[in-house]
């Protein structure tokens, strides 16, 4: 199998799992399946890869953190709160490495993207205050609707991340290095 589909089935296939089993069971039902897939597909990743990426490692204890905390204190506030956490520490992660002089989204695209300065840091800007526009909309959306319309409103942040990430093609195509200048 392809390493880029196999992670990209790792990485979305707990969430594809938890909303399947939402559709059938309860949100506590769903968020333990969750908190076992997750460390599954650690599991699996790790057998394929022979190392643990440091993302899906970050995400299964923020998973394992909230999601415990969830189902201990029968409150679903926690796993949702999972996703302002995350969203919000990668805002500050970037903003504050860009006020630092670390463009610390370079590290995670490098392999795909071959951008300037310039263009790297307007990334890592925009990147970040979008991060943080989804921790806003995340904490409008669960406190405001159900569990159910929470779960399908995360479907709608993968969403609206995909479309952003395509409108931020014309500054990558702008700031795209020459292949004599990558050399």
Not at 8 to 20: A, E
Not at 59 to 78: E, P, Q, R
């Amino acid at each position: 199998m392809n390493p880029q589909l196999r992670r990209l089935i790792l990485d979305l296939g707990p969430l594809v799992i938890f909303f399947g089993v939402l559709k059938f069971w309860n949100f506590y039902v769903a968020t333990a399946v969750f908190m076992v897939t997750i460390m599954a597909t650690l599991a699996i990743g790790y057998a394929f890869e022979r190392k643990l990426s440091p993302m899906p490692l970050f995400t299964a204890a923020v998973v394992m953190i909230f999601g415990g905390l969830t189902l201990y204190l029968n409150d679903s506030s926690f796993f949702k709160l999972k996703v302002t956490f995350i969203y919000s520490l990668f805002g500050t992660i970037l903003l504050a490495g860009l006020a630092l002089n670390r463009l610390f989204i370079k590290y995670v695209f490098s392999e795909a993207l071959e951008l300037d300065e310039q263009g790297w840091r307007k990334l890592t800007v925009r990147m970040g205050v979008f991060f943080f526009a989804l921790a806003v909309l995340n904490e409008i959306v669960w406190r405001n609707t159900s569990d159910s319309t929470w779960a399908l409103a995360k479907i709608g942040f993968l969403g609206l991340t995909f479309l952003f990430l395509m409108a931020q093609l014309p500054l990558m195509l702008k700031h795209q290095l020459e292949k004599k200048e990558q050399d």
